[in-house]
Every structure is written in C-alpha cells, then in structure tokens.
C-alpha cells in the first residue's frame, strides 16, 4: 500500500504560478510512473503530466505543455508539479496518483491522492 499526500494547492490570479508536491508514505522503486490528473467540476478527469521515477522521463497534455513542469526527488520519495502562466481553465482538484507501469491512461494508476484544489480568476 501506497498513501499519497498532495499540498500546495490554492487560489491564484490569471498569469500566476503555484506548485503541487505530492509525498509517497515509502520508497516507490517497484512503482514505475508518478502522474498529475485534474478534474474540473461537471468534466471527466484528464491527464496533466506523467514522470517515470527511474529516469525522469515526462509526458505533458499538450494545453499545459511549456506552461507546467513534472519533476521528482526520489530521495524524498517526492513529485512536483510546477504550474506557471496559470488560466481559469486550469481551474480543477489536482490528483497525484502512482502506477506499476509505464503508461499516462487513468486506469494503470492503482494509488491516488484525496487531491488538492487550484483555483484560477480571471
């Protein structure tokens, strides 16, 4: 069993930053990929970015690509979510979320955070 912890969340102006931080309860050597999913209300949840832990490989949705930055400490057992020129439309609860496999759909993702709230005015 994995628990992860999300922070960082909050409200914040068109054109702002904040950054997530998402902290695993033990060390994730056997769990393959670390993703950030949002899910803004009345819409399904969607994919923001992935991160392998081996080698730092990542995987952006092209409407946050050059606005958002993945990256992690594997010896803090640590994701960071860097979000940067922020819009209304990133408006959503950020979920971390751990998968045994190298993959950036929904379903290969077995643990979840209890997620954390970005809002962003206009």
């Known amino acids: 069993q994995v628990q992860l912890v999300e922070s960082g969340g909050g409200l914040v102006q068109a054109g702002g930053s904040l950054r997530l931080s998402c902290v695993a309860s033990r060390p994730t050597f056997s769990r393959l990929t670390m993703g950030w999913f949002r899910q803004a209300p009345g819409k399904e949840r969607e994919l923001a970015a992935t991160?392998?832990?081996?080698?730092?490989?990542?995987f952006y949705r092209g409407s946050v690509t050059g606005r958002f930055t993945i990256s992690r400490d594997v010896a803090k057992n640590t994701v960071y979510l860097q979000m940067d020129s922020l819009k209304p439309e990133d408006t959503a609860i950020y979920y971390c979320?751990?998968?045994?496999?190298?993959?950036?759909?929904?379903?290969?993702?077995?643990?979840w955070g209890q997620g954390t709230q970005v809002t962003v005015s206009s």
């Open positions: 979320a751990s998968s045994p496999k190298f993959s950036t759909l929904a379903v290969d993702y077995d643990y």
């Open positions: 991160i392998t832990w081996v080698d730092g490989r990542t």
